[in-house]
Nanobody, 117 residues
Framework: QVHLVESGGGLVQAGGSLRLSCAAS????????MGWYRQAPGKQRELVAV???????NYADSVKGRFTVSRDNAKNTVYLQMNSLKPEDTAVYYC???????????WGQGTQVTVSS
């Protein structure tokens, strides 16, 4: 079992920045990939960014050039640096971890990001 704790959400004006963090803990697990999804009111949950154990990254087109995902393998922590935030980035952001070799997915509790215009 993997437990995820997220932090760093909040309220920011358009054009501002926020940094989300997500720390994974548990017993005897290896991480294949870590990443972030988001869900805005009335919309489906969507991929924001993911980073693999080999540090390959993938981003949603809507955040490319503005968001950066990174990880600290020693701390089992993933970060999402969000710059040039827009009101349409407002959503609950969820951390996710995929373990190896099981391929099981785990989710954090979510952290609210609100961008005011």
């Amino acid at each position: 079992q993997v437990h995820l704790v997220e932090s760093g959400g909040g309220l920011v004006q358009a054009g501002g920045s926020l940094r989300l963090s997500c720390a994974a803990s548990g017993s005897s697990f290896a991480i294949r990939a870590m990443g972030w999804y988001r869900q805005a009111p009335g919309k489906q949950r969507e991929l924001v960014a993911v980073i693999t154990s080999g540090s390959s990254t993938n981003y949603a087109d809507s955040v490319k050039g503005r968001f950066t995902v990174s990880r600290d393998n020693a701390k089992n922590t993933v970060y999402l640096q969000m710059n040039s935030l827009k009101p349409e980035d407002t959503a609950v952001y969820y951390c996710t971890v995929t373990t190896h070799p099981s391929g099981n997915n785990y989710w954090g509790q979510g952290t609210q990001v609100t961008v005011s215009s």
